[in-house]
T-cell receptor, first 111, second 113 residues
Framework: EPEVTQTPSHQVTQMGQEVILRCVPI?????FYWYRQILGQKVEFLVS????????KSEIFDDQFSVERPDGSNFTLKIRSTKLEDSAMYFC?????????FGPGTRLLVL | GENVEQHPSTLSVQEGDSAVIKCTYS??????FPWYKQELGKGPQLIID?????GEKKDQRIAVTLNKTAKHFSLHITETQPEDSAVYFC????????????FGTGTRLTIIP
């Protein structure tokens, strides 16, 4: 199975700080997604991205969140001013068509 | 929007027995139904998927069935092994490409040796 990689694997930050989560996608897979999973809960959609534009975003994805492909390869999720409730696993997913492959996730802990 | 419900939330089976996990969905526009396996501390791993033009799909010990009329689909694992222990998630999407997945709440499967 193709692999999506994510960095860092763990991130601890203080409330109000900015964090950037990074994803290295699968070559030639042009659809990008971010999901999050609060501990013990289901995976929730945040945002989808295609052709350098956001395709869809959930109500969770408010103005504190942004996504980009800064170098045309990596895909990033930025949280400008973290809140306690942002603590979760964040998964990048990448695919072509309907199939989505997930990365191993970044565990974000906001203190 | 789509709502996916999944049952049971936990399931324990003896090694070698079969396990069945069931999901229902609400949006008749959904046409793509993947199943993911998540091991502790890892990301969801796609194990099998089915599209609405197919009623059943099998891959070795894993099979998925879909009843589009009733809006439910199921994962069947036969001859279970200890390495099948994980959390399993069903999901649904409209299958138009670049569409979000709506996940079920997950089933923690434990295989008892």
């Amino acid at each position: 199975e193709p692999e999506v990689t994510q960095t860092p694997s763990h991130q601890v930050t203080q409330m109000g700080q900015e964090v950037i989560l990074r994803c290295v996608p699968i070559s030639n897979h042009l659809y990008f997604y971010w999901y999050r999973q609060i501990l013990g809960q289901k995976v929730e959609f945040l945002v989808s991205f295609y052709n350098n534009e956001i395709s869809e975003k959930s109500e969770i994805f408010d103005d504190q969140f942004s996504v980009e492909r800064p170098d045309g390869s990596n895909f990033t999720l930025k949280i400008r001013s973290t809140k306690l409730e942002d603590s979760a696993m964040y998964f990048c997913a990448n695919g072509w068509g309907e199939t989505q492959y997930f990365g191993p996730g970044t565990r974000l802990l906001v203190l | 929007g789509e709502n996916v419900e999944q049952h049971p939330s936990t399931l324990s089976v003896q090694e070698g027995d079969s396990a069945v996990i069931k999901c229902t969905y609400s949006d008749s526009a959904s046409n793509y139904f993947p199943w993911y396996k998540q091991e502790l501390g890892k990301g969801p791993q796609l194990i099998i998927d089915i599209r609405s033009n197919v009623g059943e799909k099998k891959d070795q010990r894993i099979a998925v069935t879909l009843n589009k009329t009733a809006k439910h689909f199921s994962l069947h694992i036969t001859e279970t092994q200890p390495e099948d222990s994980a959390v399993y998630f069903c999901a649904a999407s409209p299958n138009f490409g670049n569409e979000k997945l709506t996940f079920g709440t997950g089933t923690r499967l434990t295989i008892i040796p």
